[in-house]
């Protein structure tokens, strides 16, 4: 059977293992090629195709419920479930997208792009199942490195309670999540990977016993008690602490040998109550190059299959801004051993694998864990480190009360650095950074800043660092700087709450934030070439705001646009509104950002254009607001 010709996950019943291992190398074959046309995920879809296809054959789709982890190693359960013929548009605008999502298919039981929610998830489908007396089974998969996620550890200790509510757990074992597991769990388990597994003496012994002549069928409570002390001895240690817990424990077992998952799997569903399945697998299996570099192939840019190299860029482009974060802190960090890197499971991502090669004392990983991030952040500062949490704008929302309670509220000078701030592009309405402008503005103590370009993100940095008087936020965005010259130390603070004039006129005023300052240059350019002229500033702080630089040129000016690459609800834009009506400047004011929408996965320049956010759109919608049609003429092709 050719994988196209599969559009409902429950054709897979009854096919040979022969014919499931021949889906599964096609599997790798379309993964591969899509991803090394159009990026993507890698490493983890690759890891779970038998476990995928095994789990499949034994459920019934129609009627069964699975929540995958994260769900960007999902991609073997798009291709089985009607999207093959499409899936050459992975996270392409209106293609495929990277992570499962409720609206696309009706076998995305559960949406998500962050870790530790398909457990929690998966129970509340079960209890509702058991509410309504249905009988159909519900599946959570979830990776080793979602477990060191609290609330992952949270639904296992509430699901252990349950001993009559159905639900299995598939704990997808490959000893990473994106950067190597760390902390006690991940440890933990590997111990037992490294074990001969001997799973099949406790599977056995029940039936032993009932074959002894003086038993039968039946066991008396001592003998029960004598088998459950045997198992003990049989199951591997953390199955026994897993049973403690409340579960039935099965591994851990081969996570690329079809037949003993579908054996397993079998076993496994006709348990009563919580039950967890250990399978052991190889992120990147069966493309080696993944398979040697697992951090470096969890996602990929386009790349060349053969070489497993990514394809140089036609024209040389600028640093990340992540880079150059990461060269900064380091070069700080040398010369003050008080500087603390924290990252949750994001070392390369954020570049802070730069901080830990160099100074490993002063780095530390919690794992996927922002809630621990923040506080031992503030612990740390509360002893006079420096603590530099840097997490990405949409995870740092999974710790939003951690920042208020236990940074904020003690006023504590943690350095908090938003990557991924903005429009991210593929990965899609999980991940854009939204909303870090708004969620964090409303809190007392916070300073909040935002660099135009890399040679100010330097700055910043230093600036960050050395605020004292409480917590201080830098968010920036994700890609490439805008190609301007950098230092390589030396670097000034800038002065908290300071703006700066870029250019001057008398027509409008344009106040921009971040990664919107230089857009609105452009866009006093293309005003000027309809004779209005505008004055741009650089607001670098949305708290506190530059009231002394801003208030008098509105008043002056009299019309006034704010740019940001946020949310506007709440964003940039309100706080400049609140500061001209709380000082009585009552002058026409255009916001320019995100509505109130989620922006869908396709690249940052799509979205923009979608959002009316390029320079010529805004410089257009600047005219028809504020300027008469006599000065108005198309601006946008």
């Not at 008396?220 to 409340?246: N, Y």
């Not at 257009?620 to 108005?632: C, D, H, R």
Request: proline share 5%.
């Amino acid at each position: 059977m050719h994988l196209s010709e599969i559009t409902h996950p429950n054709q897979l019943h009854g096919l040979s293992i022969r014919q499931l291992e021949d889906i599964a190398r096609q599997i790798r074959e379309k993964h591969l090629q899509t991803v090394a046309t159009s990026g993507g995920h890698l490493g983890p879809g690759l890891g779970v195709v038998e476990l995928t296809i095994a789990l499949y054959q034994t459920l019934d789709l129609d009627r069964d419920k699975v929540v995958w982890d994260v769900g960007h190693q999902a991609y073997p359960h798009k291709m089985l479930t009607g999207r093959y013929s499409r899936f050459h548009t992975l996270r392409q605008k209106d293609g495929v997208a990277g992570y499962l999502k409720r609206c696309e298919n009706k076998f995305d039981h559960f949406g998500a792009g962050h870790a530790s929610t398909s457990i929690s998830a998966a129970l509340g489908m079960a209890l509702a199942r058991d509410a309504r007396g249905e009988d159909y089974k519900c599946v959570a998969i979830i990776g080793d490195g979602s477990l060191t996620g609290g609330m992952a550890l949270e639904a296992i200790n509430h699901a252990g309670h349950l001993p009559k509510t159905n639900l299995m757990v598939v704990l997808n074992d490959n000893e990473m999540s994106i950067s190597p597991n760390v902390g006690a769990i991940p440890r933990y388990l590997n111990k037992v990977r490294l074990s001969e597994p001997i799973q099949f003496i406790s599977d056995n012994l029940e039936e032993q016993f009932k074959n002894l002549p003086f038993l039968g069928e039946s066991l008396t409570p001592e003998m029960e008690r004598l088998k459950e002390g045997m198992k003990r001895l049989a199951v591997p240690k953390v199955g026994a602490v897993i049973e403690e817990l409340g579960f039935k424990y099965f591994g851990p077992i081969d996570g690329h040998n079809l037949q003993e998952l579908i054996s397993t799997f079998k076993q496994a569903h006709k348990v009563t109550g919580p039950v967890l399945v250990h399978v052991a697998t190889v992120k990147g299996k069966g493309y080696a190059i993944a398979e040697n570099d697992q951090v470096g192939y969890h996602a990929q840019n386009p790349f060349n299959l053969a070489t497993g190299k990514s394809h140089p860029a036609s024209t040389p482009k600028p640093p990340k801004y992540s880079k150059v974060f990461a060269h900064t802190l380091t070069t700080l960090a040398e010369n003050n051993p008080k500087i603390i890197g924290i990252t949750a499971a994001m070392a390369t991502g954020t570049g802070l694998d730069k901080l830990q090669k160099k100074l490993p004392k002063q780095y530390i990983d919690v794992g996927i864990a922002e809630q621990h991030a923040v506080t031992l952040a503030a612990g740390l500062a509360c002893e006079g480190m420096r603590p530099v949490a840097a997490i990405y704008s949409t995870f740092l929302q999974r710790a939003y009360d951690q920042v208020i309670h236990d940074v904020c509220i003690q006023n504590l000078p943690v350095f908090f650095c938003l990557d991924r701030a903005g429009i991210v592009g593929a990965d899609g309405p999980t991940h854009q950074g939204m909303y870090d402008i708004a969620y964090l503005r409303c809190i007392p103590n916070m300073v909040i800043m935002a660099p135009k370009d890399e040679a100010e993100l330097q700055r910043m940095v230093v600036t960050g660092v050395n605020y004292t008087d409480g917590p201080i936020a830098m968010r920036y965005p994700r890609g490439n700087g805008v190609g301007v010259p950098l230092m390589e130390e030396g670097w000034e603070e800038i002065e908290i709450g300071k703006g700066e004039i870029l250019r001057s006129g008398d027509d409008v005023l344009l106040l921009g934030y971040g990664t919107m300052v230089h857009p609105a240059m452009q866009v006093a350019e293309i005003l000027s070439e309809h004779g209005i002229e505008a004055t741009v500033v650089n607001a670098r702080f949305v708290k506190p705001l530059d009231t002394e630089l801003i208030l008098p040129l509105a008043k002056r000016i009299g019309k006034v646009v704010t740019l940001e690459e946020g949310c506007v609800m709440n964003g940039f834009g309100s706080a400049v509104l609140e500061a001209l009506q709380d000082n009585d400047v009552l002058v026409p004011v255009k916001r320019l950002g995100v509505p109130d929408i989620l922006v869908d996965h396709a690249k940052p320049d799509e979205s923009k254009a979608d959002l009316g956010l390029t320079s010529p759109q805004m410089a257009e919608t600047i005219l028809k607001s504020f300027f008469s049609s006599g000065k108005e003429k198309a601006v946008v092709s």
